[in-house]
């Protein structure tokens, strides 16, 4: 019973190491190649956008909020870029806002310029 323990702290211990040791970017997505569940959503101008209206596009779906601070104010005006450089080429870039009171949810589409 007193091995148990120090037993049982093993395959922790192993289980950490092999997590620290692993690049996620090596790890395979089984969703990379599969088709997105259809989904609609309400836009900030109180229309939908539906995923079936871009069928034929690449569509970039990006989750972002305002109090993400620094990761999504640093990439939201590289997507715009994007979206301004590849729309042409059918290039669609949906933004879908998480956790936010609509206000700030503005404030930070305006501060940035995203259309």
């Given at each position: 019973m007193r091995w148990l323990v120090p037993l049982s702290v093993v395959p922790v211990l192993a289980?950490?190491?092999?997590g620290f040791t692993?690049?996620?970017r090596?790890?395979?997505?089984?969703?990379?190649?599969?088709?997105a569940a259809p989904f609609t959503l309400t836009g900030f101008d109180g229309g939908p956008v539906a995923l079936a209206a871009l069928r034929g596009k690449v569509?970039?779906?990006?989750?972002?909020?305002?109090?993400?601070n620094p990761s999504c104010y640093d990439e939201a005006p590289v997507l715009e870029?994007?979206?301004?450089?590849?729309?042409?080429r059918g290039v669609?870039?949906?933004?879908?806002?998480?956790?936010?009171?609509?206000?700030?949810?503005?404030?930070?589409?305006q501060r940035f310029g995203l259309t």
């Open positions: 289980l950490l190491a092999y692993t690049n996620p090596d790890i395979p997505s089984p969703l990379v190649g599969r088709p569509v970039v779906l990006n989750f972002w909020a305002s109090w993400c870029r994007a979206w301004r450089t590849y729309r042409e669609a870039v949906v933004g879908v806002d998480m956790q936010d009171t609509p206000e700030a949810a503005r404030a930070f589409i």
